[in-house]
C-alpha cells in the first residue's frame, strides 16, 4: 500500500535534485556567456532560475516538472545564442577562406 506512495516521493526528490542541478549549470552557464547574450535572454534565463530557486522543498511533483521544464527552455535560449553567433562567424570565414582548384601539369622525367 505504500509503495506506490514511496515511489511517488523518490521521484519528487529525484526531480528536486535534477531541478538543483540544472538551476546550478545554467547559472554557470549564464555566468560564463552573459558577455555574448543579449539583455532579453540574460533577463528570461535569470527569471527562469530565481522561479527554480523559489519552488518551496515540499512542492508537488507536477511543479517540480514544470520548473525544470522551463529552466531547460531558458537554458536551450543561452545555447541558441551561443551557436547563433558561432554559426553566422563560420558561415562568412568559410566563403573567404575557400580553397581554389589549383592547375598543375605533370612532368615526365626524360632521361
Do not use: F, P
Not at 528536486?16 to 543579449?38: A, G, P
Not at 536551450?76 to 562568412?92: F, L, P, R, S
Amino acid at each position: 500500500a505504500n509503495s506506490a506512495a514511496d515511489l511517488k516521493r523518490k521521484e519528487a526528490v529525484e526531480t528536486r535534485n535534477e531541478l538543483d542541478s540544472l538551476v546550478h549549470s545554467v547559472t554557470k552557464s549564464l555566468s560564463e556567456h552573459s558577455e555574448k547574450l543579449d539583455e532579453a535572454t540574460k533577463t528570461e534565463v535569470q527569471t527562469a532560475i530565481d522561479a527554480a530557486k523559489a519552488v518551496e522543498s515540499e512542492a508537488d511533483l507536477e511543479t517540480l516538472k514544470a520548473k525544470v521544464s522551463e529552466l531547460s527552455a531558458a537554458s536551450m535560449k543561452i545555447g541558441q545564442a551561443m551557436y547563433g553567433k558561432k554559426d553566422a562567424g563560420a558561415e562568412g570565414e568559410k566563403t573567404e577562406g575557400a580553397a581554389k582548384e589549383a592547375e598543375y601539369e605533370e612532368k615526365k622525367d626524360e632521361k
